[in-house]
Nanobody
Framework: QVQLVESGGGLVQVGDSLRLSCAAS???????MGWFRQAPGKEREFVAA????????NYADSVKGRFTISRDNTKNTMYLQMSSLTPEDTAVYYC????????????????????????WGQGTQVTVSS
């Protein structure tokens, strides 16, 4: 059984940076892992994903160039470094883990879909104030 715990959320100002962490229990080092977010009144949306080695990453267009996803398998931890934050980034951020990818093309094809993830954290609130 895999359990995921997010941390690092908080209240920041426009333009600030913030790093989220997702600590995993269980053997997740082969899993695809991702970040999703949900703003009030909106559906949960994909933010970023990373394959088991960290060699492949995938980002939503809205965060490309501002957010960086990474993982440290020795610590069973995934990170989301967020910079140039705007009020539109305000949301609850969730980390997720899913079964290993079969191919790199499948990673890029599927990693943005919440349906490929089996395990979810409880979420951490990020609020960007203007």
């Amino acid at each position: 059984q895999v359990q995921l715990v997010e941390s690092g959320g908080g209240l920041v100002q426009v333009g600030d940076s913030l790093r989220l962490s997702c600590a995993a229990s269980g053997r997740t080092f082969t899993y695809v892992m991702g970040w999703f977010r949900q703003a009030p009144g909106k559906e949960r949306e994909f933010v970023a994903a990373i394959n088991w080695s960290g060699a492949n990453t995938n980002y939503a267009d809205s965060v490309k160039g501002r957010f960086t996803i990474s993982r440290d398998n020795t610590k069973n931890t995934m990170y989301l470094q967020m910079s140039s934050l705007t009020p539109e980034d305000t949301a609850v951020y969730y980390c997720a883990a899913g079964s290993p990818q079969s191919t790199i093309s499948n990673f890029y094809r599927n990693s943005g879909s919440s349906r490929r993830y089996n395990y979810w954290g409880q979420g951490t609130q990020v609020t960007v104030s203007s």
